[in-house]
């Protein structure tokens, strides 16, 4: 069974950066593309990025793109989100998850696509 833990969450200023982290383990035997999504407080999980299992594909959400970018270290099994430039809208709780994929190159965005979540870590961003 994959298990994922997200870490690096925290309360912020406007302005400043948090990276987020979310250790994998038991990740083998195929490839897992690697996302991010987010839940704010009285809304719907949303999207936040993706990565292939080979790294050279990365997705992102309009609301993100240009202040955010997700990588992951195989060798670690760890896949990370910088957030820079936060903004208060990016408070939520972010959730790590894992989608086996028939392709290293592979990517989706759609949070059906993923059979594994992490539990979760909060981030805070205060105006």
């Known amino acids: 069974q994959v298990q994922l833990v997200e870490s690096g969450g925290g309360l912020v200023q406007a302005g400043d950066s948090l990276r987020l982290s979310c250790a994998a383990s038991r990740l083998t035997g195929r490839f897992y593309a690697m996302g991010w999504f987010r839940q704010a407080p009285g809304k719907e999980r949303e999207f936040v990025a993706a990565?292939?299992?080979?790294?050279?594909?990365?997705y992102y959400a309009d609301s993100v793109k240009g202040h955010f970018t997700i990588s992951r270290d195989n060798a670690k099994n760890t896949v990370y989100l910088q957030m820079n430039s936060l903004k208060p809208e990016d408070t939520a709780v972010y959730y790590c998850?894992?989608?086996?994929?028939?392709?290293?190159?592979?990517?989706?965005?759609?949070?059906?696509?993923?059979?594994?979540w992490g539990q979760g870590t909060q981030v805070t961003v205060s105006s």
């Open positions: 990565i292939s299992w080979s790294g050279l594909n990365t």
């Open positions: 998850a894992a989608d086996p994929t028939p392709t290293m190159n592979y990517i989706r965005s759609g949070a059906e696509a993923y059979d594994y």
